[in-house]
């Protein structure tokens, strides 16, 4: 089964972190994807630019429409993924323990499974 683990970050509870916390979640990540690649469990990871440095195309009358920033203006934004085959929904919860991210108060990691994927080659 694949499963989507969902970083979401917060910029308010971050600036609240010491640099020695931000650098151990950092340096966490590093770890984590060896451990899930060792396992075979990893398909992919991403880490996106901050919210600020997006756009959004809205297609209307036929002419889009692009706007800078984000979607939504929201506390927290969508900050990266790791996307994960194992077992079922318990391991993917247990990977998602492991991810640093969930051990700072206020952030957490979102499971979703997945129901359906393609890639180029399909």
């Known amino acids: 089964m694949k499963f989507l683990l969902i970083m979401h970050m917060n910029p308010q509870v971050w600036d609240t972190l010491t640099e020695e916390e931000r650098n151990e979640v950092m340096t966490g990540h590093g770890a984590f994807m060896e451990a899930v690649k060792a396992s075979g469990e990893m398909i992919s990871t991403a880490a996106l ?3 600020s440095e997006s756009a959004v195309v809205r297609v209307r009358g ?8 984000p979607y939504l203006e929201a506390k927290e934004y969508f900050g990266g993924y790791y996307l994960v085959e194992c077992e079922g929904r318990e391991r993917a919860l247990e990977l998602a323990a492991m991810i640093p991210d969930a051990k700072v108060e206020g952030l957490g990691i979102e499971v979703r499974q997945v129901v359906f994927a393609a890639d180029a080659e399909d």
Do not use: K
Request: glycine letters at 18%; a negative charge; aromatic letters at 0%.
């Open 49 to 51: 630019a901050d919210p």
């Open 62 to 69: 036929g002419l889009p429409a692009v706007t800078d920033g």
